[in-house]
């Protein structure tokens, strides 16, 4: 009413003669101010967030108490669950079965039948109707148990549920929960079942334990910033991507919270978009996920697989947060003090059913004892010339009092009621031996859980140990645990743009189709700019820039790249001497101009190259004759100067003009060759001195990679390459150097071992035989390999000693494609790989190499370098010399 008053003095205002608006403050009272918190804390509390002490939320617990009370043994209707459950939960049919099955999906609570949807493939269940549930063996043992329940009223006041079920395992952290409600949000990641056990049992025992989360899609993940699923950690998950053959890849596992649908989605999108280049995708996704990813010729699969981790769901991220309801109150912690609490709450509820059954041992042992003493001292004939039930009831009480003092406590009215209803058959068939065989047994009972009660930690462990062992069949961890190195997108992305510059008025760009090519680039790529006048830029692909007149070098500008390695020599103003120096572009503020030369009105490059290897060419300095020039011609090497940082002045080269410069010699390499190292945590190459060092590589070098399935081939040492879980050799490749196998011929049925040289490096070559049966025992590539055969025993005969064999000696080199020679023909049970025999290799000869100063050296492609020069001119001249020429 307020509301519609203050509406009304609205309206009056408006229609009054001088039609002026006046304004008017209504405050906000009444269900503004109130119902909105109201509306909050039951969202929190009764829908969006579990709680920690069964880690179930409202409408969970109350579909699996309804199957408690639906559970005979056999399947039900999920209709006839969701009706049941809606005696307990406020809210309509469909959000009860969305949400159970989501419990089922989990595959540990509830026992399925039927269609009931696909995690991988997010095909939805079938209708309630016609497909049925029942509680699970797990369900029924560690979730209910009425004796040690709470309850309460539920919503209409018709009927009891619980306030929490007395849940004797991790189950918010087995499950994994995810809500939204209003001013936060809660997602627990799922953990894996037995891992939680571990854990569980460390804590009990007073060890340190770390838990990290296992996804029912399988998958690869990186938790190294998990933070114990605290607010601001992030998981990095990727799919399992492998190389099927060399123009298709293979997606066996896929990121939690992703389905093959979504996936299949986002690399089409990155395909339609150019991030990337497939011919066509399929799917074959049934039991387990198989999508096979169609590559064009010529496109490589290491770098695909990279490119769908950067651009596709291949890789995501997610963050965890650990809400939970405690205390009727959202309270925010990590994974471990949660699995901290339910273990605790766990031992709590194992001793609370221990002290209930301690307690109701103890009653049967009561009656026993006094059933025992009623039937054998005959004190039911007491009762015989009783006439009234107060007179019954203390004779009895008189004729016990005699017998009575090892009971654990006092005879009370009720004990001897109990007594009055046995029947007169059980009396005369009594016996009094199994009477004290059941008496005793029931004292043993009550010992164990009294000893129980004493060591309760201890028997809490053991009921852990119970549950692994009788649960934990078929529950290992599903997601494979990695550290990710970090994918540049610049480096994977396929360029699929052409990017064109116009020299003369200094613009570059991707729509200047009627100006130079220059190369293909992609939209996420820098690019790095030159100009006659000494400046230098590094800017964005754009349709159109302007970077400067007289452009004399372009590329793609590689950040980090510290192999590149740019010479130049330029005039320092009008009149001022020339200056040689080389440097390296590692790092720059995007779009600012850069000036190579120290400032100076009318400087200018008067020559250049750029080198994607540190190359050093030698260049001939042809002078202008002026005055008593006695030298008009020299050479220059820029193999004798050190590469120092862009900004230095450089070495002068002459302070008279320069009339030409000429290209005499073409340069080699004076950088280091690059060492590689291999970090087997990422599986990938590097160069920062991660793993095991492979050696030094200079341009033609490669690596030779062996795997259990007998596939050798050869690589280049490129960043982006991917390695297979079953490599069993990698190591830089030496021509010259053998290679020794021994592998089980199938088809024979014996063992053979060749010794070859690669001869087509290109290639991938098998060297077991293509039997389903055949194997590769063990390949060496020791320059003299020795190995030990033992022999199997047979029974009857004296064991055969064992042979030691020289392979260098047993089998001379032959092709890859042999057969090889016979290892033996007798039975043999072990090979094993000795030490080999010492060989010096050849030393070769050393090659005179320039350090770069304070840089380290990173893997580059092999490029011829490119050259700028000019003709000097007079410092009179106004022309900026000759036109740029490229060698």
Request: glycine content about 6%; aromatic content about 8%; proline content about 3%.
């Amino acid at each position: 009413m307020d509301l519609e008053n203050d509406n009304e003095e609205l309206d009056n205002d408006l229609t009054s003669e001088d039609h002026q608006p006046q304004e008017v403050i209504t405050k906000v009272t009444g269900m503004y101010k109130d119902w909105f918190l109201d509306y909050a804390s039951y969202v929190i509390l009764e829908r969006a967030v579990p709680a920690i002490e069964d880690g179930l939320k409202p409408v969970q617990r109350r579909i699996l108490h309804s199957m408690k009370d639906l559970d005979d043994g056999r399947y039900n209707k999920v209709a006839n669950i969701v009706g049941h459950t809606m005696q307990y939960h406020p809210h309509g049919d469909a959000s009860i079965a969305d949400a159970m099955v989501q419990v089922g999906q989990k595959e540990l609570l509830i026992d399925m039948q039927g269609n009931w949807g696909n995690i991988l493939t997010g095909d939805r269940a079938a209708a309630s109707r016609y497909i049925e549930a029942r509680l699970s063996k797990f369900a029924l043992d560690v979730v209910y148990n009425p004796k040690v329940t709470d309850w309460q009223l539920s919503y209409d006041g018709r009927k009891k549920e619980p306030i929490n079920l007395p849940v004797k395992f991790p189950l918010l952290l087995a499950q994994g929960g995810e809500g939204i409600a209003v001013g936060l949000s809660t997602k627990i990641l799922p953990h894996n079942f037995i891992e939680l056990i571990d854990a569980s049992i460390k804590h009990l025992q007073g060890k340190k334990f770390t838990i990290l989360p296992d996804f029912p899609t399988s998958g690869i993940a990186d938790f190294t910033n998990y933070n114990d699923g605290n607010r601001g950690g992030k998981v990095r998950v990727r799919a399992k991507i492998s190389q099927l053959d060399k123009n298709t890849l293979v997606i066996n596992e896929i990121p939690f919270s992703t389905t093959t649908t979504t996936l299949i989605d986002s690399i089409l999108k990155a395909n339609e978009k150019g991030k990337i280049k497939i011919k066509k995708i399929e799917d074959n996704t049934a039991a387990k996920v198989e999508i096979l990813v169609h590559l064009p010729s010529g496109i490589s699969p290491d770098k695909t697989i990279d490119a769908l981790y950067a651009f596709t769901n291949c890789e995501i991220s997610i963050s965890p947060l650990g809400c939970v309801i405690e205390d009727n109150k959202p309270n925010f912690i990590g994974v471990s003090e949660m699995l901290r609490r339910s273990t605790d709450n766990t031992v709590a509820l194992l001793k609370k059913e221990l002290e209930i059954q301690l307690g109701e041992l103890q009653e049967q042992w009561h009656f026993a004892s006094l059933e025992r003493i009623f039937i054998e001292n005959r004190i039911y004939r007491d009762i015989e010339e009783v006439e009234t039930w107060e007179g019954v009831i203390e004779a009895i009480d008189k004729g016990l009092q005699p017998y009575i003092k090892h009971l654990k406590r006092a005879v009370t009215e009720e004990d001897i009621v109990r007594l009055t209803e046995i029947r007169i058959k059980r009396i005369s068939k009594f016996d009094i031996d199994k009477a004290q065989q059941k008496i005793e047994a029931l004292e043993n009972d009550i010992a164990q859980i009294k000893h129980d009660l004493e060591h309760l930690i201890e028997f809490a462990i053991a009921y852990f140990k119970r549950l692994k062992t009788t649960y934990g069949k078929e529950k290992e961890r599903k997601t494979e645990i990695r550290i990710f190195d970090d994918i540049e997108a610049t480096k994977v992305v396929i360029r699929n743009t052409k990017l064109y510059v116009n020299r003369e008025e200094g613009f570059i760009g991707t729509s200047l189709r009627r100006n130079e090519y220059v190369t293909d680039c992609s939209d996420i790529d820098d690019i790095i700019c030159f100009t006659e006048e000494g400046k230098m830029m590094i800017t964005k692909v754009g349709s159109k820039t302007f970077i400067g007149k007289n452009i004399i070098h372009v590329a793609i500008f590689k950040k980090k790249d510290k192999r590149t390695i740019y010479n130049l020599i330029y005039k320092d103003g009008r009149g001022g001497a020339s200056y040689v120096k080389r440097f390296a572009v590692t790092s720059v503020t995007r779009d600012k101009e850069y000036d190579l030369a120290q400032g100076k009105k009318d400087s200018k490059l008067l020559y250049f190259s750029a080198n994607p290897n540190g190359e050093a060419e030698v260049i001939t300095v042809l002078l202008r004759q002026a005055g008593s020039i006695k030298k008009l011609k020299f050479d220059l090497d820029f193999a004798d100067l050190l590469i120092k940082g862009r900004g230095v002045k450089g070495n002068i080269v002459t302070k008279y003009n320069i009339k030409r410069i000429e290209l005499k010699e073409q340069g080699v390499s004076t950088l280091k060759p690059r060492k590689i190292w291999f970090d087997d945590s990422v599986q990938r190459l590097n160069v920062d001195d991660r793993g095991e060092l492979l050696g030094e590589f200079r341009g033609e070098d490669r690596l030779l990679i062996i795997n259990q399935k007998g596939n050798v081939k050869t690589v280049v040492p490129e960043m982006t390459l991917h390695f297979d879980s079953d490599m069993i050799v990698l190591e830089k490749w030496k021509p010259t150097k053998p290679i020794s196998a021994i592998y089980w011929d199938g088809e024979k049925e014996r063992y053979y071992v060749k010794r070859f040289l690669i001869d087509t490096p290109e290639k991938e070559d098998i060297i077991i035989t293509e039997h389903p049966k055949s194997f590769l025992e063990l390949v060496s590539t020791d320059y003299k390999p020795i190995v030990e055969l033992v022999y199997t025993k047979i029974r009857g005969k004296d064991q055969r000693p064992n042979d030691v064999i020289n392979l260098e000696e047993f089998i001379s080199i032959k092709g890859v494609k042999a057969l090889g020679n016979q290892l033996t023909t007798h039975k043999v049970r072990q090979i094993n790989l000795l030490d080999p025999i010492p060989y010096e290799e050849p030393e070769s000869l050393p090659v005179e190499e320039i350090e770069v100063i304070e840089e380290e050296n990173i893997i580059a492609e092999e490029n011829t370098p490119q050259g700028f020069s000019t003709d000097a001119t007079d410092t009179d001249n106004e022309t900026g010399g000759e036109q740029a020429s490229l060698f």
